[in-house]
């Protein structure tokens, strides 16, 4: 390997500090964070080099470093660190960095990265549903004096907010889908290239479906210590989200092949699934939520990065119920929870390859380059 | 109106000792307030020092030797202070005294501790054995007087001691006392506790049989220790001939101590050495995270470097286990420069504990402290030795002397002089 | 002095059961003529005690031998102001040791008469009385210099500050910004404004302190108390009487042109620690280029430049990783420069770890462990600092704008004896290359001695240290001076004797000018006169008694120890006619081996019969007319038991126990020439916690002197 020639950026570790890694100056280096970490492997482990090269800005070095990824953000290094350098938080301050680097569109990322910019994070979807939901005709659209949400935008030929809507969703998905595929083409070829000539294991799928399993079974998570408890709350909004897409796109089966339209009834298997989900999706975030606070003083607050993904994800669920609550009520309010609703769920979806969500992709793609390279097995 | 020549001297370590003798020799009436049975403090429980690895008793007995030829120092042991109040030039102290049960009689011949039919644990040997209830805390102890521990002698073993001497030396009735001095000035040398080891989860102490501390180590190294000076792993007695040397166990780490302690790199580093000297075959590996050799002290440390049975690894150890099915430990640690984590089995891990200063479990009434428990220097008051910082021996010993000046011209200022 | 004896034997802690008591006395009595004797129980307790005041008072004892335990304990029963007192341990070297009865008869008997005999010899002390003063020379003019000036004069001492320099401050001076004074965490600002003027300004409105610039010492001629010392400033030349002298002649920066492979004197933009912060200093705290003026703005910082090398210093500097930790927040001051240290180990001892702690967390300063190897032309005016094992990689480079030198300390005595005493032995401190020129003790209980008596070193001259370190160490040094002024005027003698009043007082009508005490003196403190004939300086003199070793004719005495003393002891020493017991006489340091041999009879090990042990003050005390004596008297062996020398010497003297090592490999030759077996007399290295050893080593040379037989002078 050629004799590597190193310059600081100090601007890149600004960004970590301003990214949620202010204590990342503390470390000096004693491998603590190392040791206590269980999803680590034991040749280059991490995260103490990691914690190195976010000290001295050596930005290549992290940006499409799949250990960046492997960190399930367990937190033991944070709660062990002799310093108080919370290497799980720098970690998750690098990701978040990581994602804006190989993010198609690098303003969405600043977007929903930068706190300075919340409003506009809000704002877009507000505005943008402002614009194209009924909403001025609430009163319009009960029928049978019932209320229907997915009649928000009544599927009359006359209106054009339903077809505009699910334009916008669809094309968001689009959008969100070609981010995440960019981003992960992205990852993939930059920690190929920082790996260098490292061999690869040849089966590709086999390493995608032993990722795969090792992430719809948790056993990382499992490994964790301080953040046991997390195992189960993010296992449960996993599989929520495995279930509400599965109900949403049984929904749209039902809407457009069966002409079958909603409020579905509960018994329908369609609208258990769903409620089923929502209920694991609640335990899950309420756990999760539980789990930040009580274990706080170990494992730290987290960053900006880390709430506004929360607060979108609880704001789904949050206003989700109480439409859901309202409609059952009859209580026309029920339209406005609604339409937050549909505010949170697109943000959720536009900004899932830019906003922590993106680790869906990333991680997967991390764990499979990391079987791949035989890195992990 | 108190003698403003007069100086107290809280701590009979070796910063006290020194602080003592110093003053004492320079004109000043001393007082020295010890609450150990005997003088000399941490480092009485030391096999050697470094770098030197000559016996620390040998200073010690020069210093005895001065407190014993020079009138101007009284030293109070079994004693603790109470309380300071007042201020330079005049201050009034108050002083615990504890029963020894054994009075100045005493001749140190062994009778009372022959008749004594009670055990207790030693804590001059962190418990690795025991003493009889009627006991010489160790070999070269001074004041040469036995002791009884009245918490496990009582009844007939307390009769029994007091029948065997001959010369009234055991004084089943003494009583906890008070006395209150006039000083002008005060040093504190209450010196340091080893951190508790028990407070590292992760280190295993108390849960792997063959995790044990430094101060052990010295003890298990000394002659006068519970193996006769032969370095046996608790677990079953073997000879320990493959150890770790886990350092910045507690040091240098905030949510225990969050200052370096000085003596451990040195203390581990010297430590090799016993175990090298006892067998030809022994292995030391130490764990660290920065090898803190200052001075002159470096050359002791390529000494040892130079021995290929020692090796060092930097990483600091964070997982200490015990073996399944053996008494053997596992640790845990990333081996920095080859950048892997590394488990490696050792018959016997010595955690490398930092100094806790005394004032952060006990503090003095009247005496002042940073956050940690270090004693703050006050007009009239001074700390000395690792009372105010982590430090050696030497340092102790070097500290201690300046401090004798600063009480000294202390005392005089706002008396009369001398 | 009369001497009225008094012999005072115990019978308790099982002497009087063990043996004859009445027999011992009877002898005492009879052949020694010791007109009072008396037992008693417990002779430490009040009865036995007033017994013996009684005594002195009614009975004109004034030489008192108590035949009963060690001298290590019951010191404050048996203390009887203007008395003699011996004491014969009894208790400890016959009972405890011997398991014989009869054997413990004849050690007690023996024991008994060795005592009374050396009471006999002795006399009471008498001080030194000199014309002194009390005034502290310091030299240094630095922050230790200075801090020891004002402790001292605070104290109420005359002091005398020669500093080389045209003004005061040493270092301190030169440096931008300093590390602030923390008694707990640092918090900002982490460097601040040093207040060395104010220091400067205070000594220099001292009354009681005397300031000569641009000055140096060019002779320090006398002894401590009375110190010649010739100063030279400006071309004039002063005598100044001192007292004792605090020596804080500071260090230097190592030279940095032997640096060349990190790149000094290649480069202008590599600089030393000390260059950057007149840098720092003249250009208001910004960092510029020496080579185009622009500001640094990426700075890399070499720990270890020369030290920790064994091709340049082999000791660590104790402050450079502090100075670097602090010098890094000079280039971050700018918002856009990042300052790089590149580190072996970080070293921030103690407290100081919170100053580590609170510098490096700045997010321009950026840290690896690697080891530099070079330092190199990047081609673009900048620099490649190439470093193998780092943190950041096996090996790796790092681009640098300016690189600074963490050079380290070399004590001003390294190549300058700056003392210029005028003493036989020479003009600077002996042992200086075991300390790699520091002025240092190689005591570790004892940090201010030196082979000097009344010269303390304190600050960068002693040790490496920081500011804060210097300024303390500087406090105990002038502690240590006004002690040794203090007792020189009182003709008492100091470290490790420091009780002792008594003085060598060669019968010079003998002396031969054979020269082996000026040679030999650990202390340099014998001079000779214009003829060749020594001279002896009490001032200087710690009252080891090597020169009463030394000397051939025996001439040098104490007045409590001499050669005729221990002479006189040992021929009183039985010798058994009877081939198969052979007497052994074994001479033990006072301040290790006698404890040991002490402790071991506390805990009741038996040592071999064949023994009789004196104490000596130092093993280099240890007259050759002894061995020939007991030689030639039957005695069949003669074991020195002293200190371990060489490199890590333990002997408080310095030197006895190795000269008495020297000693014999002579005498080993004269015992040859007499078809004596040279292994009849031998030395071991014993230290105090070696007791678990005493019983082994001496019945092992029991045995090699049973092998060699009977000396055949036995009953001449």
Redesign the interface.
């Known amino acids: 390997m050629a004799e590597q020639v190193i310059s600081p950026d100090l601007n890149f570790v600004k960004d970590i500090i301003a990214s949620g890694g202010e204590s990342l100056k503390k470390c000096?280096?004693?491998?603590?964070c190392?040791?206590?970490c269980n999803v680590?492997p034991?040749?280059?482990?991490f995260p103490?080099?990691e914690m190195m090269y976010a000290q001295w800005g050596m930005k290549d070095k992290l940006v499409s470093n799949p250990d960046i990824w492997l960190c399930h953000q367990c937190s033991d290094c944070t709660a062990?660190c002799?310093?108080?350098a919370k290497p799980g938080e720098v970690l998750n301050a690098v990701r978040k960095l990581s994602i804006r680097h190989v993010s198609m569109v690098p303003l969405f990322a600043r977007i929903v990265q930068d706190p300075k910019l919340i409003w506009l994070l809000f704002a877009i979807p507000i505005a943008l549903f402002f614009v194209f939901m009924p909403h001025k005709s609430l009163e319009f659209i009960r029928f049978d004096d019932k209320m229907v949400y997915h009649m928000f935008a009544p599927a009359e030929p006359h209106m054009y907010a339903p077809f505009v809507l699910k334009m916008i969703f669809g094309l968001t998905a689009v959008f969100s889908i070609l981010s995440a595929l960019t981003g992960i083409k992205r990852l993939w070829s930059g920690m190929k290239a920082q790996a260098g000539d490292v061999k690869s294991g040849g089966n590709l799928t086999g390493d995608i479906i032993s990722s795969a399993k090792t992430i719809f079974a948790h056993s990382k998570f499992a490994d964790c210590n301080v953040n046991r408890l997390r195992q189960w709350g993010h296992l449960l909004l996993v599989y929520s989200f495995v279930g509400l897409s599965i109900s949403g796109i049984w929904a749209l089966i039902y809407s457009y092949l069966f002409n079958f339209t909603g409020p579905y009834p509960f018994t329908d298997p369609m609208k258990l699934l769903s409620q089923a989900s929502m209920l694991a999706f609640i335990a899950g975030i309420v756990i999760i939520l539980y789990n930040r606070f009580a274990q706080a003083g170990k494992a730290g607050m987290g960053s900006y990065f880390d709430w506004i993904f929360l607060t979108i994800v609880s704001g789904i669920g949050a206003t989700g119920i109480l439409a859901l609550a309202l409609r059952l009520a009859n209580v026309s309010a029920g339209y406005a929870a609604f339409y937050l609703h549909v505010v949170f769920v697109w943000l959720l979806l536009a900004y899932a390859p830019y906003s922590k969500f993106a680790h869906l992709f990333y991680r997967t793609t991390a764990m499979v380059f990391a079987r791949h390279t035989n890195r992990e097995s | 109106m108190p003698d403003v020549n007069r100086i107290l001297v809280i701590g009979g370590g070796?910063s006290g000792l020194?602080t003592a003798?110093?003053a004492a020799?320079?004109?000043a009436e001393v007082i020295v307030i010890e609450k150990n049975s005997y003088l000399g403090g941490r480092v009485a429980q030391l096999?050697k020092?470094f770098?030197?690895?000559?016996?620390p008793?040998?200073?010690?007995?020069?210093?005895f030797?001065?407190i014993?030829?020079?009138a101007n120092i009284t030293f109070h042991t079994m004693a603790e202070v109470e309380s300071v109040s007042g201020g330079p030039g005049n201050y009034t102290v108050t002083v615990k005294l504890n029963p020894r049960y054994v009075n100045d009689?005493c001749?140190?011949?062994?009778a009372c501790a022959q008749a004594c039919t009670a055990e207790r644990p030693n804590e001059f040997n962190f418990g690795m054995n025991t003493t009889k209830a009627a006991y010489l805390p160790f070999?070269?102890a001074f004041?040469?007087k036995y002791v009884i521990d009245s918490s496990y002698c009582k009844g007939d073993c307390a009769k029994a001691c007091k029948d065997a001497c001959?010369?009234n030396a055991v004084d089943l009735d003494m009583k906890p006392g008070t006395i209150t001095l006039n000083v002008g000035s005060i040093v504190v040398a209450t010196g340091w506790n080893p951190y508790d080891a028990d407070k590292l989860d992760?280190l295993g102490f108390g849960k792997v049989k063959n995790v044990i501390t430094n101060m052990m180590m010295e003890r298990l190294a000394?002659?006068t220790g519970p193996t006769?000076g032969k370095i046996l792993r608790p677990s079953d007695g073997k000879p320990a001939q493959n150890i770790a040397f886990v350092q910045?166990a507690g040091s240098?780490?905030?949510?225990?101590l969050?200052?370096?302690?000085?003596i451990c790199c040195l203390a581990s580093l010297k430590q090799t050495t016993y175990i090298r000297e006892q067998n030809l075959e022994s292995k030391a590996t130490i764990f660290y995270?920065?090898?803190?050799?200052?001075?002159?002290?470096?050359?002791f440390y390529?000494k040892v470097k130079d021995d290929p049975n020692v090796s060092f690894i930097?990483?600091?150890?964070?997982?200490i286990v015990q073996e399944q099915g053996s008494d053997d430990v596992i640790v845990?640690?990333?081996d920095?420069?080859t950048?892997?984590?590394?488990r490696m089995k050792f018959d016997m891990v010595v955690l490398a504990t930092g100094m806790e200063p005394a004032g952060a479990s006990k503090k003095i009434a009247g005496v002042k402290y940073?956050?940690?428990g270090?004693a703050?220097p006050d007009s009239g008051i001074y700390p000395a030795g690792c009372t105010k910082?982590?430090?050696d021996?030497?340092?102790s010993?070097?500290?201690?002397?300046?401090?004798?000046?600063?009480a000294?011209?202390k005392a005089?200022?706002s008396g009369q002089?001398? | 002095m009369e001497k009225n004896i008094g012999l005072y034997i115990c019978t308790?802690?099982?002497i009087g059961d063990s043996i004859d008591v009445e027999k011992l006395g009877n002898i005492a009595k009879n052949s020694l003529k010791i007109p009072v004797v008396k037992s008693h129980?417990?002779m430490?307790?009040k009865e036995g005690v007033e017994l013996i005041k009684n005594d002195i008072k009614n009975e004109g004892v004034n030489t008192v031998v108590i035949a009963a335990?060690s001298p290590?304990?019951?010191?404050?029963e048996f203390d009887f102001p203007g008395c003699i007192v011996e004491r014969s341990p009894l208790r400890e070297l016959a009972v405890w040791t011997q398991e014989d009865p009869e054997e413990r008869q004849l050690a007690a008997e023996d024991y008994v008469k060795m005592h009374v005999i050396k009471a006999q010899k002795g006399d009471l002390p008498e001080p030194y009385m000199m014309e002194t003063v009390k005034t502290i020379l310091v030299i240094g003019g630095g922050i230790s210099g200075m801090t020891s000036a004002l402790?001292?004069a605070?104290?109420?001492y005359q002091v005398v500050l020669v500093e080389k320099e045209a003004q005061l401050g040493g270092f301190a001076n030169k440096l931008y910004k300093v590390v602030p004074a923390a008694?707990?965490?640092y918090s900002e600002p982490l460097i601040v404004d040093s207040d060395i003027a104010d220091t400067v300004k205070a000594v220099e409105s001292n009354q009681n302190i005397t300031v000569y610039k641009s000055a140096k010492v060019e002779k320090t001629d006398g002894q401590p108390g009375a110190y010649d010392v010739t100063i030279s400033s400006n071309g004039n030349s002063e005598v100044v009487k001192i007292g004792s002298i605090v020596l804080a002649a500071g260090w230097r920066p190592y030279d940095a042109t032997k640096l060349e492979h990190l790149g000094y004197g290649v480069s202008k933009d590599v600089v030393t620690n000390i260059e950057l912060e007149g840098i720092a200093k003249n250009n208001g705290g910004r960092i510029l280029r020496p080579s185009d003026g622009k500001e640094a703005k990426k700075v890399a910082f070499i720990q270890c430049a020369g030290?920790?090398d064994?091709n340049h210093l082999?000791?660590?500097?104790?402050m450079c990783c502090t100075t670097s930790l602090k010098q890094a927040r000079y280039v971050t001051q700018n918002s856009d420069a990042t300052a790089m240290i590149l580190y072996k180990?970080?070293?921030?001892?103690?407290?100081?770890?919170?100053y580590y702690?609170a510098a490096q967390n700045d997010p321009a300063v950026m840290m690896t462990?690697g080891d530099v190897t070079s330092v190199t032309d990047a081609g673009n005016g900048n620099l490649h600092v190439e470093m193998e094992?780092s943190?950041l990689g096996e090996k790796v480079k790092i681009e640098a704008d300016l690189v600074v030198l963490a050079t380290g300390v070399v004590p001003a005595t390294a190549d300058d004896p700056i003392l210029n005493l005028q003493y036989k032995q020479g003009p600077g401190l002996p042992d200086l290359e075991l300390?790699?020129g520091?002025a240092?003790s190689?005591?570790?209980?004892?940090?201010?001695e030196t082979r000097r008596t009344g010269v303390y070193a304190a600050g960068c001259v002693r040790?490496?240290?920081n500011m804060s370190?210097a300024q303390?160490?500087?406090?105990?040094a002038?502690?240590?001076a006004?002690?040794s002024a203090?007792?020189v005027a009182a003709g008492i003698a100091v470290h490790?004797r420091?009780?002792d009043m008594t003085y060598p007082d060669p019968f010079m009508q003998r002396c031969t000018s054979c020269k082996r005490c000026t040679e030999e003196c650990p202390f340099g403190a014998i001079d000779e006169d214009e003829k060749g004939t020594p001279f002896y300086k009490p001032g200087r003199c710690r009252r080891c008694a090597t020169c009463m070793g030394a000397c051939p004719e025996r001439i040098v005495s104490f007045k409590d120890y001499h050669v005729d003393m221990i002479g006189s002891m040992m021929k009183n020493v039985s010798v058994p006619s009877d081939d198969d017991k052979p007497r052994i006489i074994v001479l033990a340091c006072e301040?290790?081996a006698y404890?040991a041999i002490d402790?071991a009879a506390?805990?009741?090990m038996k040592i071999d019969s064949a023994v009789r042990i004196i104490q000596l003050r130092c093993l280099g005390s240890t007259n050759l007319v002894w061995i020939a004596d007991a030689l030639s008297r039957g005695v069949d062996g003669m074991l020195l038991l002293g200190c371990?020398f060489g490199e890590?010497y333990?002997c408080?003297f310095a030197k006895g126990s190795e000269l008495a090592d020297y000693r014999l490999s002579k005498v080993q030759e004269t015992l040859g020439r007499l078809q004596l077996e040279a292994e009849r007399v031998q030395m071991i290295q014993l230290?105090?916690?070696?007791?678990?050893n005493v019983p082994r080593i001496i019945g092992d040379f029991v045995e090699r002197v049973k092998e060699i037989g009977p000396n055949p002078f036995k009953g001449f």
């Open positions: 000096y280096q004693c491998s603590t190392t040791v206590v680590t034991d040749d280059k482990p103490r080099k062990y002799p310093r108080g | 070796f020194t003798v110093d020799e320079t004109g096999n020092y770098p030197k690895l000559c016996p008793i040998c200073g010690l007995e020069i210093n030797k001065r014993k030829t020079n009689n001749t140190a011949c062994d070999n070269q004041p040469q001959k010369y992760i000394s002659p006769a910045c240098r780490d905030e949510s225990h969050p200052f370096c302690s000085y995270i920065d090898i803190r050799t200052p001075g002159k002290y470096e050359k390529w930097k990483g600091k150890v964070a997982d845990t640690a990333e920095m420069m950048n892997k984590k590394v940073n956050e940690n270090f703050l910082n982590p430090m021996v030497a340092r010993a070097q500290d201690s002397t300046g401090a004798v000046l600063k000294l011209s005089n200022s002089g001398r | 308790g802690c099982s129980f417990a430490c307790g335990c290590r304990i019951k010191y404050e402790q001292a605070n104290a109420g008694m707990g965490e030290q920790r064994p082999p000791y660590c500097s104790a180990d970080i070293r921030t001892p103690g407290r100081l770890e919170y702690k462990k094992n943190l300390f790699d520091f240092d190689n005591f570790i209980c004892f940090q201010y040790q490496p240290m370190e303390e160490d500087a406090t105990g002038a502690l240590k006004i002690q203090e007792h490790p420091a009780w301040n290790d404890p402790t506390l805990k009741h371990k890590n333990q408080h230290a105090i916690d070696e007791y678990d």
